[in-house]
């Protein structure tokens, strides 16, 4: 035993560490025992840091609240894969005549005209959740342009997702394929598409296709993935709908009847105008020299 240690002093050590002691008192000798393992596990406290041991469902929760970034890549792609494949609105597989709306999106012709012109026996909720695919960005023909793909055939007869037949669209210019992961653009107004370096390559901003100019602003990438893309068709039909155009560049209703009441009323003061003549349309004035002039519908002497 160590100088200055005496038996009881060392048993109060002892016990402090979880161990069980029994003095002798006819001897100087000490007994310890093994400890409990269940009585040393109480004293064992945690969470005094601050901070907690997370259950499993709460480590699912989170698992699900911030996907890794494969995860963001493979959603990506599946729903580049979906918009580029099928059409929004039926649900149906992509097929010429395609369309698409200023922000991007691809649709089948024949889904805007049967949105565009209900039936009688229409569903309701169907048209609801059309509107909501849409977000307001289609009124009328005018707001969507019909893109043309030049397409090459797939003679494996490979299939899509959807279970359409595989078609491949190219560029051509660059003949790189136009799909999934491409960075592919139409032009408006004729709706050509190609990929987007292939477009940046004409310098004179004429449609390679069929020879028609365009501006800058008016490439329309395809199904668009980058935010300065989307804010930039935002910014785009913005400025379009102040000057009274639409997507496709062409005049909304708006504009039209504006100039209609315009026009009408403006052909309305003409036509007072010329109805009255200050009072001397129509009317034949006899000169002294026995010669007579008269106001014509534009307001001036004839002879």
């Keep these: 035993m160590p100088y200055g240690l005496t038996p009881i002093n060392l048993a109060a050590r002892v016990r402090s560490m979880g161990f069980k002691v029994r003095l002798n008192s006819h001897s ?53 894969e979906f918009y580029w494949t099928t059409d929004p609105l039926s649900n ?12 991007g999106k691809l649709y089948n012709k024949q889904s805007i005209l049967e949105y565009l012109l209900p039936s009688e026996e229409e569903d309701k909720s169907k048209k609801a959740e059309q509107e909501k695919v849409l977000y307001g960005a289609v009124k009328s023909l005018k707001d969507v342009v019909e893109v043309h793909f030049h397409s090459e055939g797939d003679d494996t007869k490979e299939r899509n997702s959807n279970g359409a037949v595989k078609t491949r669209w190219i560029c051509p210019i ?43 602003n008016d490439v329309i990438p395809i199904v668009p993935t980058k935010e300065e893309d989307i804010a930039r068709m935002q910014l785009r039909i913005k400025s379009l709908r102040e000057r009274g155009l639409t997507h496709s560049l062409k005049e909304s209703k708006k ?47 004839s002879l």
Excluded: W
């Design 28 to 80: 100087s000798s000490t007994s310890i025992s093994r400890p409990n393992h269940r009585t040393l596990l109480p004293s064992v406290k945690m969470g005094n840091d601050g901070g907690s041991i997370p259950k499993r469902s709460e480590l699912v929760k989170d698992a699900a609240k911030n996907p890794s970034t494969t995860e963001i890549k493979e959603s990506l792609q599946e729903k580049q």
């Design 92 to 103: 149906k597989p992509l097929h010429p005549p395609i369309v698409s709306d200023y922000n």
């Design 174 to 216: 660059t003949n790189k394929t136009l799909g999934p992961g491409s960075k592919a653009v139409y032009l408006v107004p004729c709706g050509h598409a190609f990929t987007s370096e292939g477009v940046k390559e004409v310098k004179d901003r004429q449609c390679v296709t069929c020879g028609q100019t365009y501006a800058e």
């Design 255 to 301: 504009r039209k009847d504006k100039k209609r009441k315009h026009g009408d009323e403006h052909a309305e003061k003409d036509k007072k105008r010329r109805r009255e003549g200050n009072g001397l349309l129509g009317e034949e004035i006899h000169l002294s020299n026995h010669k007579k002039v008269c106001f014509n519908p534009a307001g001036v002497l």
